[in-house]
């Protein structure tokens, strides 16, 4: 700790501290580093940030998919009703 650094203790219940932990450790983050990034967010956008959010695979996929141009290209509504039949 830093001498501009200061405290803060939270009580939570043991449940929610271990299942928030185990979420913080999938995204990469410690309890403080979540914790800090909550408090930045808050003051930055002087509102209550919605948390990150673990997406599925298909979701991944999906977004990966995006990135990469692979994805359908529909010329008008009547072509993407076809296509929307054969999904």
């Known amino acids: 700790m830093t001498k501009t650094d200061t405290r803060v203790t939270v009580k939570v219940d043991e449940k929610t501290k271990e299942a928030a932990t185990k979420?913080?450790?999938e995204?990469?983050?410690?309890?403080?580093?979540?914790?800090?990034?909550?408090?930045?967010?808050?003051v930055q956008t002087k509102s209550i940030p919605f948390q990150p959010k673990i997406k599925d695979q298909e979701t991944i996929n999906a977004i990966n998919d995006a990135y990469t141009g692979n994805t359908?290209?529909?010329g008008n509504i009547n072509d993407f009703d076809k296509w929307l039949e054969n999904v």
Do not use: C
């Open 23 to 25: 979420i913080y450790e």
């Open 27 to 42: 995204l990469g983050l410690t309890m403080s580093s979540a914790i800090k990034l909550f408090l930045a967010e808050t």
């Open 72 to 74: 359908v290209k529909i």
